[in-house]
């Protein structure tokens, strides 16, 4: 399960999520009960992907920047890879929204994403090995606590 694209930055998601469970508790006009559930939830998948988010901070506190790095760069990707869910989703919303102008913004929001998307991976697919030394290298230099 470690090669999986995920379980990488798992630590990332997790504190990502960790912060919107701890900014859940502060909406006003949610049942206390579904915040519970939602923290219980949250709880499962810590409790779950424990060793995976140990490693992962440990590979974190070690060195921070190829961690960042590849946590972006695994971010896009997945973002790619899940528009094969987002696109049916959209145009479903998108047949079904009463609202015209909502349905339009959503569906050019999808297509600017997408065209996007295809951009940064053509880009990269050329010019990987130019952009991994920009990224891993020239960057690193620029940015003062970097090791």
Same mark, same amino acid.
């Given at each position: 399960?470690?090669?999986?694209?995920?379980?990488?930055?798992?630590?990332?998601?997790?504190?990502?999520? &960790?912060?919107?469970?701890?900014?859940?508790?502060? /909406?006003?006009?949610?049942?206390?009960?579904? $915040?519970?559930?939602?923290?219980?939830?949250? &709880?499962?998948?810590?409790?779950?992907?424990?060793?995976?988010?140990?490693? &992962?901070?440990?590979?974190?506190? *070690?060195?921070?920047?190829?961690?960042?790095?590849?946590?972006? $760069?695994?971010?896009?990707?997945?973002?790619?890879?899940?528009?094969?869910?987002?696109?049916?989703?959209?145009?479903?919303?998108?047949?079904?929204?009463?609202?015209?102008?909502?349905?339009? /913004?959503?569906?050019?929001?999808?297509?600017?994403?997408?065209?996007?998307?295809?951009?940064?991976?053509?880009?990269?697919?050329?010019?990987?090995? *130019?952009?991994?030394?920009?990224?891993?290298?020239?960057? /690193?230099?620029?940015?003062?606590?970097?090791?």
């Amino acid at each position: 399960m470690e090669k999986a694209l995920l379980v990488k930055s798992i630590f990332f998601f997790i504190a990502l999520w &960790g912060l919107a469970t701890a900014f859940l508790w502060f /909406r006003p006009r949610i049942e206390f009960f579904w $915040k519970i559930v939602a923290t219980l939830i949250f &709880g499962f998948y810590v409790w779950f992907f424990w060793k995976e988010i140990n490693s &992962g901070y440990a590979s974190f506190a *070690g060195d921070w920047y190829p961690v960042t790095i590849d946590f972006l $760069k695994e971010l896009t990707a997945l973002a790619f890879v899940n528009l094969f869910f987002f696109w049916p989703l959209a145009l479903v919303i998108v047949f079904y929204k009463a609202d015209e102008m909502g349905a339009e /913004r959503l569906l050019k929001m999808m297509c600017l994403l997408t065209l996007l998307l295809w951009v940064v991976f053509v880009g990269y697919v050329y010019y990987d090995k *130019g952009i991994d030394k920009f990224l891993y290298e020239n960057l /690193r230099k620029m940015i003062p606590d970097a090791r």
